[in-house]
């Protein structure tokens, strides 16, 4: 959020030399640029720690560096050599930080002692931690409803953080834990034990090396988990067809150039991502899915001869299967089409696509 | 703060790269949701849709629009009304 910054067109690829020349930049900004680079060879590695960016995993193997751009930041921001003492918040009132831009809000470092709101001179002033702990405490214990109270933190604090959370909170009476996770995730938890039983996905990053097809549905690789990028990579290099479905054109699912390659960055030759890219509406996924369904149907009721579907495993591993079918025969293809904002062919394309895939 | 819109859309309302406009939620529960300070950006996006961050357009989204099952915030789907607020410089519109 760099408010009034320039918003230019990027036409070249995601990563190269773009974002290794950002990394230096990052560290310097920071004033970490020696420590930063010593923590950065111990991100994600076995022995060393998750970066706190994104939930892409640590990988059995890792590559020399195992961070990208946005990991980097993040490591940069926790480890940030620049602090904000009481002084700071002397000289501003709360009414004109308001003012100031997140960047540059960002910038002011890191917070050294506890600060309590004053509404007389609209500034923060500093109390001392006992001060500090002893007024959240007689706080808390005011409230009469001990089940009203909800401690909140983000799905990106350390194990061990999270672990004394869940404790206080407990402690005190409740076991209200919600975390920015629940707010991405929550719907997995609920939708995917109706349809597989299970509240999380079920794919490892083994898996990625073997599959037969990669689908997107709103994911940008680019921008929420660039190491994934390595994954697609070589599943591009493969041959797999990768289709993505997402409103937005996301460079990462087009074309990236490793920044760890040695024949990839000299020659600036990128590799493509996806086979099929598909600019489905917003909030119109769900038509779209329903539309290959209804394709992938119409396909193996065509083909008499080589069933598309493998009725063996449905009929021994799914139920109310011909409910379903039946309830994508009433599905019109006007109507999702409209809701998709794609075409039909473009729905069995995919179909079209990916057949080899799903039946094998 | 930006707000992707496809130039098609950027045209069929008058805009211009660069202006500014003000995001209000369209709602009929009589509160006024809206978010001032958006900067026009041309972006390769179906026509119909638009796109900002997180969280810059969190003021939009009504509570009580969530989905079914998971209570999860609708913040993929929210209807707004776009209004422009200042032109941009160096626009002759």
């Keep these: 959020m760099s408010g009034n910054g ?19 930049n990052i560290l310097s900004r920071e004033g970490v640029l020696a420590s930063g680079s010593l923590a950065l060879t111990r991100q994600n590695k076995v022995d060393g720690f998750q970066c706190v960016s994104c939930a892409w995993s640590k990988p059995a193997h890792t590559l020399p560096f195992e961070f990208c751009e946005n990991g980097a930041k993040a ?14 918040f002397a000289k501003h009132t709360v009414t004109e930080l308001l003012t100031w831009k997140d960047y540059d809000l960002e910038r002011t470092g890191r917070l050294t002692h506890p600060l309590r709101h004053d509404p007389a001179s609209d500034k923060y002033l500093a109390v001392q931690w006992q001060d500090a702990f002893a007024e959240i405490g007689r706080e808390l214990r005011a409230i009469e409803d001990k089940k009203s109270v909800v401690f909140y933190s983000s799905g990106r604090c350390s194990n061990e953080a999270s672990y004394l959370y869940g404790l ?13 996770s629940n707010m ?19 794919v490892t990053l083994d898996d990625f090396a073997k599959t037969d097809c990669i689908m997107f549905f709103g994911q940008n690789p680019g921008s929420n988990s660039p190491r994934m990028l390595h994954a697609l990579q070589h599943a591009s290099e493969r041959g797999v067809p990768i289709i993505a479905y997402n409103p937005l054109r996301e460079r990462g699912l087009e074309r990236f150039i490793n920044p760890q390659s040695a024949s990839q960055m000299p020659s600036g030759q990128s590799t493509r991502i996806a086979s099929q890219y598909h600019q489905v509406k917003a909030a119109g996924d769900l038509a779209a899915l329903t539309g290959i369904c209804k394709a992938l ?5 065509a083909s008499a001869a080589t069933a598309v579907l493998d009725h063996a495993f449905i009929a021994e591993h799914t139920e109310g299967f011909d409910r379903f079918r039946d309830w994508l025969d009433t599905q019109t293809w006007d109507e999702l089409e409209r809701r998709a904002g794609l075409a039909r062919a473009t729905m069995e ?3 079209a696509f990916t057949a080899p895939a799903w039946s094998c | ?32 949701r809206e978010m001032p300070g958006f900067c026009v950006t041309p972006y390769d996006i179906p026509t119909g849709c638009i796109a900002t961050y997180y969280p810059e357009a969190n003021a939009l989204l009504p509570l009580g629009h969530y989905a079914e099952g ?24």
Excluded: Q
Aim: net charge neutral; hydrophobic share 35%.
């Design chain 1, 6 to 24: 320039a918003f230019k067109a990027y036409c070249g690829p995601s990563g190269g030399w773009g974002s290794v020349r950002s990394l230096g």
């Design chain 1, 75 to 88: 490591t940069a921001w926790e480890i940030a050599a620049h602090r904000c003492p009481p002084g700071f």
């Design chain 1, 168 to 180: 206080f909170a407990r402690l005190y009476g409740n076991n209200n834990l919600p975390d920015s």
């Design chain 1, 184 to 202: 991405c995730h929550e719907t997995t938890s609920v939708a995917l034990p109706e349809s597989i039983g299970v509240p999380v996905g079920t």
């Design chain 1, 297 to 301: 149907v119409e396909m193996d009721r």
């Design chain 1, 349 to 351: 394309a995919t179909v």
């Design chain 2, 1 to 32: 703060m930006v707000v992707l819109m496809n130039r098609d859309d950027v045209d069929r309302l008058r805009l211009k790269a660069g202006d500014e406009v003000t995001l209000r939620t369209s709602s009929n529960d009589g509160i006024c």
């Design chain 2, 70 to 93: 998971s209570k999860t915030p609708a913040a993929k789907s929210i209807p707004v009304v776009v209004e422009r607020t200042s032109v941009s410089p160096g626009s002759s519109n």
